[in-house]
Structures are given as structure tokens and as C-alpha cells.
């Protein structure tokens, strides 16, 4: 059985643009998690989806959004970079709400 | 408001040794998951166990086991005879019912086991 997968793994941006990260949830799940880690501030919940919708969202600007799309895929984008969203994106899937999360390796971005 | 404090930023010790990674949490919630996770270098993290508020039978797994006890709001996890390979960050994360998928990591601790 495949795991969380997130495309690209690693991903250069220069600031002021905008980026979208991917994430395919492992078959069969339908909730899908976005987390951002960064040295200073650890890991922080972004956003949550479950069916399409947006359930539940963290404290982060309105330049960060998501969406789900009917086969449970997600992507985030984050639009006008800044460096400080240099970070760790991580995605996580689950069967349904309140189960066991799986995280996908992340994508590394790097904004210069 | 929900918060997880994991103490102890760095571990060392030598392989072999058990080792304690404690976590500490707050929640006004009566239900509510605590969970740990381990992040090896490649960056993923690992599911390690989840346990709901209302489940205290401590549980062991192998190697590792686990200590819940709500009159401490302590939820620690005990690495016995450590090996290299368990070298990793460790994250504690608390998720409440009303909430839901918003899990609140701890900051992690590093363990380091030498050889």
C-alpha cells in the first residue's frame, strides 16, 4: 500500500512569487493535513480537509490556501512569498477524522 | 487552548541504555488523542501510537512503551536497550475531539545513541 506521497520534494522560490505543493493521501483516506515545520516556530498546523471541504484551519495568513479535490488529492499554495515561509511542508492523511495521521517525507522550500 | 511541552530538547546516551522522553500536555478538553511520532532525517514523520483520553493502560510495543497518566497530564515514552537506529527527533502531539485533525506538536526532543 502506497504512503503519503508530496510532490515536489524540494523546491527553490525567489520572494514575491507564488508556489503549490501536492500531496496524494494514502487510498482510502479522506482527511488530509497540511503542517508547517521551521526551526524557530516547530511544527504547525495549516489546514485540514475532509471530502472537499476545509474543516478546520490554523493561524496563518490568508496567503496560505489549500483545497481537495474529489479523489482526496490536496495542494496548498502559498502566494507572495516571503522568506520566513521557508520551511518543511508537511502533509498528513487519515482514514477519517480522529485516527492515526501518516505524514508524507514533505517538501523542503526554500525561499531566496 | 491546547499545549504540548517537551522539555528535553536533546538526548544522548549509549547504545543499550533505556531512555525516557518525557511530555507534558494541557487541554481543557475531557477528550482529546495524544500521539507520538518519530522523524528520522529523511524528514517523514513516523506514527508511533495514538491513545485517547480515556484509555490510561500504559502499552508496550517491543522496545518501546509508553506511561499515560492523566493526573499528571503526562504522557512519556520509554525506549528500552536504545540502538543507533533509534536516532531520530521525537515529537509528542495532543489532538482535541472539538478540534479535530489539529494536532499540537510538542517541540521535540533529540535523541542521539552512540555505539
Known amino acids: 500500500k502506497a504512503g503519503v506521497t508530496q510532490t515536489p520534494r524540494y523546491l527553490i522560490k525567489t520572494r514575491g512569487q507564488q508556489v503549490t505543493l501536492s500531496c496524494s493521501p494514502i487510498s482510502g483516506h479522506r482527511s488530509v493535513s497540511w503542517y508547517q515545520q521551521t526551526p524557530g516556530q516547530g511544527l504547525q498546523f495549516l489546514f485540514e480537509?475532509?471530502?472537499?471541504?476545509?474543516?478546520n484551519k490554523g493561524n496563518f495568513p490568508g496567503r496560505f490556501s489549500g483545497r481537495q479535490f474529489s479523489n482526496s488529492r490536496s495542494e496548498m499554495n502559498v502566494s507572495t512569498l516571503e522568506l520566513g515561509d521557508s520551511a518543511l511542508y508537511l502533509c498528513?492523511?487519515?482514514?477519517?477524522?480522529?485516527?492515526?495521521?501518516?505524514f508524507g517525507q514533505g517538501t523542503r522550500l526554500t525561499v531566496v | 487552548a491546547q499545549k504540548v511541552t517537551q522539555a528535553q530538547t536533546e538526548i544522548s546516551v549509549v547504545e543499550k541504555e533505556d531512555v525516557t522522553l518525557d511530555c507534558v500536555y494541557e487541554?481543557?478538553?475531557?477528550?482529546?488523542?495524544l500521539f507520538w511520532y518519530k522523524q528520522p532525517p529523511s524528514g517523514e514523520l513516523v506514527f508511533l501510537i495514538r491513545r485517547n483520553s480515556f484509555d490510561e493502560q500504559n502499552e508496550i510495543s517491543g522496545r518501546y512503551s509508553w506511561n499515560f497518566q492523566k493526573s499528571t497530564s503526562s504522557f512519556n515514552f520509554t525506549i528500552t536497550a536504545s540502538q543507533v537506529v533509534d536516532s531520530a527527533v521525537y515529537f509528542c502531539a495532543l489532538s482535541e475531539v472539538s478540534i479535530r485533525n489539529d494536532m499540537r506538536f510538542g517541540a521535540g526532543t533529540r535523541l542521539t545513541v552512540k555505539p
Open positions: 498528513a492523511s487519515s482514514l477519517e477524522v480522529d485516527t492515526e495521521a501518516f
Open positions: 480537509y475532509f471530502s472537499e471541504t476545509q474543516r
Open positions: 487541554t481543557r478538553d475531557t477528550t482529546y488523542y
